[in-house]
């Protein structure tokens, strides 16, 4: 078994997915749209065949913004293969003005790794 893709609501689907395209060395696919639900989306697409789904529909976005907590998942993680290639991206990812949460490290469970927040506050910790 293997995860084929996670997904992600976002109010900005245009910004998320220039985000994750620009940093992450995804491919996208042409957006979906469907007038009736008013639901547009993305399917961004790792080489190993794993895939992002980015998904807005104005409707839900309201709801989670006005959502008093917020339950689920709490961050999701990208392997860079090597320590050196998760310093240069967490620094470029820190020119560019985005928020570092957590600063390139080894960790108590032995991952080397940073944690970003990607422009919606989404979770990502860069691994070596």
Request: net charge negative; charged share 25%.
């Amino acid at each position: 078994m293997k995860i084929e893709h996670l997904a992600i609501w976002v109010n900005d689907l245009e910004l998320m997915k220039e985000f994750y395209l620009q940093y992450f060395d995804l491919e996208s696919n042409k957006k979906y749209y469907n007038p009736k639900k008013k639901f547009s989306s993305y399917f961004l697409s790792f080489t190993s065949g794993a895939r992002i789904e980015l998904m807005h529909r104005p409707d839900v976005s309201e709801l989670i913004e006005n959502a008093e907590l917020k339950l689920g998942l709490t961050h999701f993680a990208i392997s860079l293969g090597s320590k050196e290639k998760v310093d240069i991206l967490t620094n470029t990812i820190r020119k560019a003005g985005y928020k570092i949460v957590g600063e390139p490290r080894t960790t108590g469970d032995g991952y080397y790794e940073s944690v970003i927040a990607d422009p919606e506050g989404n979770l990502i910790e860069i691994t070596a």
